[in-house]
């Protein structure tokens, strides 16, 4: 049911944000040149790696010259990418994600290899044990706003409690501070 619902969402998603989609990727191209996408390696289900697309918010060379995260007021981010992350716009590729089965609409973010080294084996057990997601309890409670300690948690508490009732309700939730978050 869960993986009906992502494919379906995600279908009518593409076909109504279409037009975004195109003035995101023209913005990118115009600010900063190609490429407009930005891909980097995650861990999804079954602790497989795959390949995570955005939008590209940053200058092209930003691995090579500065830290690994980004910082508050982070150089590397251009001007359109600083309007893309602060209303998620950069985020939508990952529809695309979804319809390969790489991700789901709700779960836990999905990490880079290198995170790994942040959980007990029996927490990234089970953390890996459903598909990552573009959305989650995290997202919807505070974000980058709240510990890391705190986002594991509310992972872990999804894995345990997630049901497509839930699901529904995140995305409620998501596109509610989404909308909110514009507005300011």
Known sequence: MKRLMDVTLSLVALVV?????????VAV??????PVFF???RIGQNAREFSMYKFRSMVKNAPGIGPYY???NDPRITRVGRFMRRTSIDELPQIINV???????VGPRPHVPAERSLYTSSEWAERCSVRPGITGLAQISGRSDISFDRQRSLDLQYVHEGSVLRDLQIIWRTVQQLGGRHSN
Do not use: H, K, Y
């Open 29 to 34: 191209a115009v600010d900063s040149g190609f």
């Open 70 to 72: 980004t910082v508050s």
């Open 17 to 25: 944000l279409f037009p975004l989609l195109l003035i995101a990727c």
């Open 99 to 105: 319809l390969w089965g790489d991700m789901s609409l």
């Open 39 to 41: 891909r980097q390696a």
